[in-house]
């Protein structure tokens, strides 16, 4: 499948894309691919082993002559993120990727691309196969669950690299690199209410808003899209004088995913559906024209359930209130570094069955102890009612070196590939080299890859064009690496 993939330049990385397009690999099932990648391995005579927590190495000894070189870790993640749109059946434990051309960019359709990062991956398996390539010491780490938890980061095990560089591949902006990236912390918040019988003069209303963008939870989170789960907590708001109460809620499916749909089940009393749905009409209209400029296909549907059970007024009253009130989207901006937000929280998962509640929020920030306050925010605000919250898979982040070799190498490669120099970045987002940064503190490290947009939704796309220059200018800097740095 995806035979189209073979046509591209270069050759030798697409090849391997195409590999894992067809090989399913949502976080949590990387195990097919990890043992197609030892036979691959095997095959090829390289040698390979594995960590207590499943995370892969591939290791290939330097071209005879180059020995002493400084040895280079590339790095990327097995996993990808599963989201489909709301009309596709795909299995992404199962199928594999559609891929189509369009206007020089590559897509999946219906599903998300997996170039998040299918192809760092695919890049640095092709130097692990390109002998014409003049390296030193090379060693290949694919960590998993990268998407769901950093499981694969967080649990690397220690004094086991053995290289002096880094090259995360696993940035999505052509002719920048990154070197800084935010920390974070998955939020949860779990309470149990109670619940009771539907009245014989009540009706329950379903409201699903979708039709929304959505995006990766870090990149995209200042633009200003639409949250399914804020929208529908502020339609819930616009429903109060109907004193409502909630049967369900299942909004977002990833907590690092801007949510683009959510479903919600109230009942309110019969003679007042008709008014119930007037007001959402005007809520719809409402949120069509705020976002008319990033979300323009947004919608707001209501159908009639059968639902049994129910909440109870005050105690709906009391959570929607709560997620109404909860902090979302950028809390503030980098003093620091111009342009690049410092701080926020993604209401990714929302989930109401049968009484118990379930968020999962995703606090991003620069600084790890902001990552630390906003838990502390959120953790007060749903003790009012009665919930327990907990902070896991927390991650530190990255904080930037400017004045690091490495770095200074690349953009004097990168100039010399590309005609111009790149830019240096700072990312909101959870790369994976703040972890490995604190488990390795002697690595130098950057991040950089080709161009990819809508990454984390069925937008996902990757310019094949950038793909060329990403495989240049890396093949260069290995290159260059395995030569000793020129004096000043």
């Known amino acids: 499948m995806n035979e189209h993939i073979d046509t591209l330049d270069p050759a030798i990385l697409w090849r391997h894309f195409r590999t894992l397009c067809n090989i399913p690999r949502p976080s949590g099932h990387e195990a097919a691919l990890v043992a197609y990648l030892i036979d691959w391995a095997e095959a090829r005579g390289l040698a390979h082993d594995r960590d207590a927590f499943g995370n892969l190495r591939l290791r290939k000894p330097a071209t005879p002559g180059h020995e002493s070189a400084a040895g280079i870790v590339l790095q990327g993640h097995l996993d990808m993120v599963a989201q489909a749109a709301s009309d596709s059946d795909h299995d992404f434990t199962r ?23 299918g192809l760092g991956v695919a890049a640095a398996l092709a130097v692990l196969e390109d002998d014409s390539l003049v390296h030193g010491p090379l060693e290949a780490l694919f960590t998993l669950e990268e998407e769901t938890s950093m499981g694969g980061a967080l649990n690397l095990a220690e004094n086991w690299l053995e290289g002096r560089y880094l090259l995360n591949l696993d940035s999505e902006d052509r002719g920048q690199v990154y070197i800084g990236c935010a920390g974070g912390a ?38 200003g899209r639409g949250n ?42 019969d003679e007042r559906v008709a008014a119930a749905r007037q007001r959402l009409a005007d809520f719809e209209a409402q949120i069509r024209d705020e976002l008319r400029e990033t979300d323009p296909d947004v919608s707001l549907s209501v159908t009639r359930g059968n639902a049994e059970n129910a909440l109870s007024v005050e105690d709906t009253q009391r959570l929607v209130a709560v997620l109404d009130a909860a902090p979302y989207g950028v809390e503030r901006m980098s003093a620091a570094v111009e342009g690049v937000v410092e701080t926020s929280n993604n209401l990714g998962v929302v989930q109401l069955r049968e009484g118990r509640f379930h968020l999962c929020a995703l606090v ?18 749903f003790a009012l009612i009665g919930a327990t919250t907990t902070a ?19 953009c004097s490669l990168h100039e010399s590939v590309t005609g111009r120099a790149p830019e240096i970045k700072v990312i909101h987002a959870g790369l994976e080299c703040g972890i490995l940064g604190a488990k390795y503190p002697q690595l130098e ?25 990403f495989w240049q200018v890396l093949k260069g800097l290995i290159t260059e690496l395995a030569e000793p740095a020129k004096a000043a």
């Open 228 to 269: 399914a789960n804020r929208l529908m907590s502020r339609a819930l708001v616009a429903l109060a004088e109907f004193k409502p109460r909630l049967v369900s809620w299942s909004g977002g499916t990833l907590r690092n995913a801007l949510p683009r749909e959510a479903t919600v089940g109230v009942v309110i009393y």
């Open 186 to 223: 998955d939020i949860n918040v779990a309470h149990e209410f109670a619940t009771s019988s539907l009245k014989d003069a009540e009706a329950e209303l379903e409201l699903t808003i979708g039709g929304l963008v959505g995006g990766h939870s870090g990149l995209d989170i200042h633009r």
């Open 445 to 469: 490290m950057i991040s950089f890859g080709p161009l990819i947009r809508g990454a984390h939704s069925p937008s996902e796309r990757v310019e094949v064009e950038s793909v060329g220059e």
């Open 364 to 381: 991003r920030s620069l600084r790890d102890d902001a990552v630390t306050m906003m838990e502390q925010r959120i953790r007060g605000l």
């Open 392 to 410: 896991e898979n927390a991650y530190p982040g990255w904080q930037p070196a400017p004045d690091a070799q490495l770095l200074a190498r690349f």
């Open 95 to 117: 199928d594999s990727l559609d891929t189509y051309l369009e206007d020089g960019w590559l897509k999946a359709r219906g599903t998300t691309l997996g170039a998040d990062n």
